[in-house]
């Protein structure tokens, strides 16, 4: 709200306003017999005039807020006192929590049935096959198997100079990346299946040893026919040729299968490179595709379902917990407005009759000020006049008109008591209630704390509960799908 317009606007006429009457004065005017102020007078004193009435109009204005404050204080204090009465009785904090425990109870016992049913799964599967410790698989995949498609395009990218002939690289690109699908793709498929030696039974733990078994013979003989292949490969006339290449590799196989007897030779240097390289990198593969899951067959699998049902469980539960802490706080923090409203109040009436008494200092002084100012230019207006002309002013130069006589202040006290009346009723109701509103405070926080604490532990433990028991009608009704 404005409090002050005047800036001393009228002082800085003072010289215009001289000029003003000397210019008169060569005329003689105003006549002596004049009984009515000039144009210059009645203009000084119209601006005058509306300059006493802005401040006036900017003091009602403040006057008229107060007494709008006045009305709505009154108004929010029956309101405020309805309020607290209601919110010193409110004993639904209980109900409405009940009532959010209860909304979510169904959906916690299927996620918590689910989450024990994959616990009693895994930890069957960890006593079946005599495992202790946790389940070990790479967290993604992609980057596991990465490295091995890196390393298959490397050793295509070798073979392809291995097996180059009359062709260029072209011709031997071909035949290196089905050496590199077969060497690497079989070496990972068989470690793989070697992760079964693990298990307890029997029949996994023959499948598992027979991979191996079979990945030493078969690696040795795979890369043993290559080496041989990449010597007869490159005595092709035409590579392109489909009978030229079975000849061909008949002659390496037939060259290859001699290794199991030990009378294998390779007939270069880059025959011995692609050998100890495909070697190499086919136990490379084999070890990743054996650690591309956890050791024991099915038990990330069981894992994977495990942590998932854990994620969807605790999440239900952190949701419902947040949703009862939403509930209490929404209580808590609405006793606290309550509590803190009389003083936010207080503070309100006491700017408003800080307001109302600065607006009445200012108004009187703004407008004295207005009334020097407006002396002091007619003073030099008539001064000036009368230093030049040659007749006698008219009558009226001896008068001293006012323009503060429309001014009226009385309403400040006035408000300022109602206002101090207003507040002392606002004090009455906050000492009234302070040390109820201070009770209900902490019987909220102590009740939260006890909500958060024993009964939410109370409210779970009743949830497993029941899990537990809608477990065992599964158990009865289907035995066979239950786990």
Same mark, same amino acid.
């Given at each position: ?66 007494d709008k404050a006045i009305v709505d204080v009154q108004s929010k204090l029956t309101v ?12 639904? /904090?209980?109900?409405?929590? @009940?009532?959010?425990?209860?909304? =979510?109870?169904? !959906?916690?016992?299927? $996620?918590? *049935?689910? +989450? %024990? ?118 005595? /092709?006339?035409?590579?392109? @040729?489909?009978?030229?290449?079975? =000849?061909?590799? !008949?002659?390496?196989? $037939?060259? *290859?299968? +001699? %290794? ?150 009385d309403g400040e006290q006035e408000r300022t008591e109602h206002l101090k009346a207003v ?61």
């Open positions: 709200m404005q409090i002050s317009s005047y800036a001393g606007s009228l002082a800085g006429k003072v010289d215009a306003y001289r000029k003003y009457g000397q210019q008169e004065a060569a005329k003689n005017r105003p006549p002596t017999q004049s009984t009515y102020p000039d144009t210059h007078e009645v203009t000084l004193k119209a601006e005058a005039d509306k300059l006493v009435a802005d401040e006036q109009r900017i003091f009602n204005a403040i006057m008229s807020e107060a405020l006192d309805g309020d607290i009465q209601q919110a010193l009785a409110d004993k639904t /904090l209980a109900g409405s929590v @009940d009532a959010a425990l209860a909304g =979510d109870r169904s !959906a916690l016992i299927d $996620s918590a *049935a689910e +989450r %024990i049913q994959h616990e009693v799964a895994l930890r069957a599967f960890q006593a079946e096959n005599g495992i202790r410790d946790p389940a070990h698989y790479p967290e993604s995949l992609i980057w596991h198997w990465a490295i091995i498609l890196a390393l298959a395009l490397a050793e295509t990218i070798a073979n392809a100079f291995f097996y180059q002939n009359d062709n260029g690289l072209v011709g031997g690109l071909m035949v290196a990346l089905f050496v590199a699908a077969v060497n690497m793709g079989t070496a990972t498929g068989l470690g793989n299946l070697f992760r079964y030696k693990n298990r307890s039974a029997t029949s996994l733990k023959v499948l598992g040893w027979a991979s191996l078994a079979l990945f030493i013979p078969l690696t040795l003989f795979c890369n043993a026919l290559f080496a041989a292949f990449r010597s007869a490969y490159q005595m /092709l006339n035409d590579p392109q @040729d489909l009978s030229q290449l079975r =000849d061909g590799f !008949a002659v390496a196989q $037939s060259e *290859a299968a +001699r %290794i199991f007897v030990l009378d294998f030779s390779l007939k270069d240097l880059s025959s011995f490179l692609l050998f100890m390289t495909g070697i190499c990198l086919s136990i490379l593969a084999f070890w990743k595709g054996y650690t591309s899951d956890d050791p024991f067959p099915g038990y990330s699998k069981r894992d994977r379902a495990l942590k998932a049902a854990k994620q969807v469980d605790d999440g239900a539960r952190a949701l419902l917990k947040q949703k009862i802490k939403d509930l209490m706080h929404a209580h808590l923090v609405n006793v606290q407005r309550l509590s803190s409203e009389a003083a936010t109040i207080i503070a309100t009436i006491s700017r408003r009759i800080s307001e109302t008494a600065m607006a009445k200092r200012t108004l009187l002084s703004n407008t004295q000020a207005i009334q020097l100012d407006y002396q002091l230019v007619l003073d030099g207006y008539r001064q000036a006049n009368l230093a030049i002309r040659g007749t006698n002013p008219p009558d009226y130069f001896s008068t001293q008109p006012t323009v503060t006589d429309t001014v009226n202040a507040m002392a009723n606002v004090e009455a109701l906050q000492a009234r209630y302070r040390e109820d509103l201070g009770s209900k405070i902490h019987e909220l926080q102590s009740h939260s704390s006890e909500i958060m604490g024993s009964m939410f532990d109370k409210f779970i433990a009743g949830v497993e509960a029941d899990a537990k028991d809608l477990i065992t009608q599964k158990l009865k009704v289907m035995p066979d799908q239950a786990l």
